[in-house]
């Protein structure tokens, strides 16, 4: 069997890495720092979601080249939400009109007032930025650089 190379490999560990980082911040974020993701956020999740598990199929899979290519596919399609998504925190276009809440009824009580209660978060809302860039922002700029390494390395040319 043709040996596939090091820039193969490398190419899946970046499109491993990568997304398990940002999935690690954003939980971070949420658990710790108590941020509440809104939808468009949950998009984001879920491209990375797709690239982490296309990167592991990489790792056992026999057609590694199929799903690295895939995973940053992926890594772009999240680079792609994250960019709409800053846009539309940084008021460059209209977004969505679905808003995200995290309404609980597992303690019992009103559910009306738990409604009421339930604090609503905007998509077009930065909720946290550093150097005016929102974590949506960073999401674009991270994300689209892996997929751009990834490709790069799997073109790269063995020596």
Request: charge should be positive; include cysteine.
């Amino acid at each position: 069997m043709k040996n596939l190379g090091a820039g193969l490999n490398r190419a899946n560990l970046v499109a491993l890495a990568v997304p398990l980082a940002l999935l690690g911040g954003a939980y971070g974020f949420q658990y710790i720092g108590g941020l509440v993701p809104c939808e468009m956020c949950w998009w984001q999740r879920y491209a990375h979601f797709a690239a982490l598990g296309l990167a592991v199929a990489a790792f056992v899979l026999p057609v590694k080249r199929l799903f690295v290519a895939l995973s940053g596919l992926a890594l772009a399609a999240a680079s792609a939400i994250g960019g709409y998504h800053a846009g539309v925190e940084y008021g460059w276009w209209k977004g969505l009109t679905e808003c995200t809440t995290t309404v609980s009824f597992s303690n019992g009580g009103d559910p009306l007032a738990a409604i009421m209660a339930a604090p609503v978060i905007r998509c077009d809302v930065v909720q946290w930025k550093l150097m005016g860039i929102s974590m949506a922002g960073f999401d674009f700029l991270i994300s689209g650089a892996a997929a751009l390494v990834v490709f790069a390395l799997m073109a790269r040319k063995e020596r």
